[in-house]
């Protein structure tokens, strides 16, 4: 079973407008939903084996909330943030697990979500969207439709 779940960021602050994109952190909003969403994809009884996140401290606070709801640990990529959709494949792909999450930046997970949905789909702040092949390899992603689709939001 390979099993791929995308998060969009939760809700970042914009209070400092001097902050660097890439610096901004939850507000108090993110900082409520994305335990919030953890709680939720663990009691549809997903748990992925390992939490990929941008570099973005606004991700890697996302992340952690998931990873400790997971118990899993946090790996860090710099290509994740704002990355294309081939790249935040591409990452999942080379974890080396069945069963990853990633977390990172619109509009990739948007784009990236719709691809492999085979429909418009958007990723508002702390979207999940859970994606399950009973069979096959990560080769088979992108080449078949998922059995299982879920998009679960705030």
């Known amino acids: 079973m390979i099993q791929l779940v995308l998060a969009r960021h939760a809700k970042s602050d914009w209070a400092d407008e001097g902050l660097d994109d890439h610096d901004r952190p939850l507000n108090d909003r993110g900082r409520r939903d994305a335990p919030a969403m953890a709680r939720t994809v663990v009691r549809k009884g997903v748990r992925p084996e390992v939490v990929l996140s941008s570099t973005a401290l606004r991700?890697?606070?996302?992340?952690?909330?998931?990873?400790?709801?997971?118990?899993?640990?946090?790996?860090?990529?710099?290509?994740?943030?704002?990355?294309?959709?081939?790249?935040?494949?591409?990452?999942?792909?080379?974890?080396?697990?069945?069963?990853?999450?990633?977390v990172a930046h619109d509009p990739g997970m948007s784009a990236?979500?719709?691809?492999?949905?085979?429909?418009?789909?958007?990723?508002v702040t702390c979207a999940v969207a859970i994606f399950t092949w009973h069979e096959g390899t990560w080769d088979d992603v992108d080449a078949t439709p998922p059995d299982e689709f879920e998009l679960l939001t705030p």
């Open 59 to 102: 991700a890697r606070q996302t992340a952690e909330a998931f990873a400790r709801a997971f118990d899993a640990e946090v790996v860090e990529h710099a290509e994740l943030y704002l990355a294309e959709p081939a790249q935040l494949l591409a990452s999942a792909r080379a974890a080396g697990v069945d069963e990853v999450m990633v």
């Open 112 to 123: 990236l979500v719709s691809r492999l949905a085979d429909r418009d789909e958007r990723m």
